[in-house]
C-alpha cells in the first residue's frame, strides 16, 4: 500500500515493488501520480469496498486495511480469519505524513489549516505494519527507497526491524508538535520535544565520549542549525555550543557594527566601532591572549581588511552575515577554519524557552531576553554618573548577563576590558576581571557590572581602589547599604537594577 503527501521518489519506487511482485494499493493522491507516470496500482477503495469520504479524512480507516498489516503470518487462526473475510495480507506500506510542521510554520496559517494536515489514517496504518514487523515492511521516509528495494530482495529482517523502530519515531515525533502548537501551556504536564539528527559528530566534549548535533523541527533562520558553512572543518561539540553562545551574544547588538570573542562559553572579548574593522580591534584589544582559539561572531559583512587581522591568529569559527570575495580568499587559506554564514540573530524571534538536561529530568525556563536601558537604572549613591557612564554601565549589563556566574565584567562603552567568570565567590570575581582590564589602554573611568548582588562591601571597596568609576548591579541584598556607603567613601557612582541575570 502506498499513500504519500511527498511524491518524491515515488514511481521509482512502485517500480522497484513491481519488479519484486508486488501489487500495489494506492489513494487517490499516489494514485494520480502513479498513473501519471505509467505505473498500475488499485485503488484503495476497491479493496476496501468503501470509497474515499469526508473529503479524504477517510480513506484507510477500515478493517481490510488493518487487518492486512496486523495478521501475524505465524498464526494460523489469524491467516484463516483473512481468508474467512476474503482478505489479503499487506505486506509492505509506504506513508509519508501529512506536512503538519511545514504547514504551521507558513506566515498566516489559520488553526484550521492546520488542523487539516492532521494525519490519521497515514499513523495507523504505519503503526500497524511496525508492530508487524517481523513480516511486514514499513516505510515512512521517502529517503529509504532505494535501500528499502536493496533489503527487499535479500530478505533483510534487521533492517525491517530497524524501519519500524524509525516509524514509531517518525510518529512519535509528528504527535509531538501537533501537541506543542495545540497547547497554550509552556509547562504542560507530558513535554515532548522533538529533534532530527543533523550531524553525526566526531566525539563529545572529549574524546571518549560519543555524540551528535539535533535540529528542532521550529529552529528560526537566525540559529546555528541553519548556518551556512562555506569552509573548513566539521563543527565539533565545542564548537557548536560556544558559537551558539556567540550568537546569542550578539543578538544584543543590532544597532552597531559589534564583534563577540568567545571561548568556553563565556565572551572574552566584545567590542564595537563605526565599522566591523574597528570592531574587531576593540574586541581583540579586549583580550588579546584568550582570543587565541575562540569563536568569532561578527554582525556586519567581513572586508578583506578585517579578514587580514583575522588571518593572523589561530581561530576556530568565523560566523558573519557574508564576506567580500577578497575577504573570504584570505580566510580560506587556512584550511581548518570553519567559515560559517549567519542569519543576524534577532532577540524578538530568539526562542522563548530553553532546556537543559539534569541526571533524570530536564529543566525548561525561560530564556533571559530582558535587557535593562538607562530608564530602568536607580542611582543609589550621592555621586550621578555621567552620560558616557550611563552608556557604559548599560553595555556592560548587556555582556554580564552571557557570563557564567558569578559573572563580573569590566568596560567602556563598545568594549570589554575584563571579565571574571565562574568563581565561587564574588570578589574572585572582580579580581580577575579588573587584573585584566588594568593592562588595557583604555582603562581609566571603566565601569564594572555585576550580574548579581554584592553580598557584603568588599567588592566594591576592591573595585574602587583599583580605579572603577561607576558600578551596575542588580541590588537587592540586606547588606545593600554596606556597599552603597562604600561607594560613596569613594565618590564613586553606583547604579542599581532590580534584575538579576544568573547564568550556569
Known sequence: MLSVSDKIGLAEFAQ????????????????????????PSTEVSAVTGFPEMLDGRVKTLHPAIAAGLLARRDVPAHMAALADHDLAPIDLVAINLYPFAETIKKAGVTRAEAIEQIDIGGPTALRAAAKNSDSVWAVADPADYPAVLTALAADDADYRRQL???????????????AAYLSDDPFPERFTPTYTKKQALRYGENSHQHAAFYAAPDAPADSLVNAVQLHGKKLSYNNIKDA???????????????????????????????TIEEAWDKAYAADSMSIFGGIIALNRPVDAATAEKMHQLFLEIIMAPSYDDDALAILEKKKNLRVLTITLPDQSTAPRYETVSVTGGLLVQESDQQLEGPADLTVVTETQPTEVQIAALVFAQSVVKHVKSNAIVVAQDGQTLGIGAGQMNRIGSVEIAL???????????????SDAFFPMDDCVDYAAKHGIRAIIQPGGSI???????????????????????FRH
Open 435 to 449: 587584573k585584566e582590564a588594568q593592562q588595557n589602554a583604555n582603562f581609566a573611568g571603566a565601569v564594572l557590572a
Open 244 to 274: 551558539d553562545a556567540a550568537l546569542r551574544m550578539l543578538a544584543e547588538y543590532p544597532d552597531k557594527p559589534t564583534v563577540v570573542a568567545v571561548k568556553h562559553m563565556n565572551p572574552c572579548g566584545i567590542g564595537q566601532g563605526a
Open 164 to 178: 519500524a523502530a524509525k516509524v514509531f519515531q517518525i510518529t512519535a515525533a509528528y504527535d509531538a508538535q501537533i
Open 16 to 39: 522497484g515493488l513491481i519488479a519484486q511482485g508486488f501489487e500495489l494499493i494506492t489513494t487517490g493522491g499516489t494514485r494520480v501520480a502513479l498513473t501519471a507516470a505509467g505505473v
Open 479 to 501: 547588606r545593600d547599604q554596606d556597599s552603597i556607603d562604600k561607594a560613596n567613601t569613594y565618590g564613586i557612582a553606583m547604579v542599581t537594577t532590580g534584575v538579576r541575570h
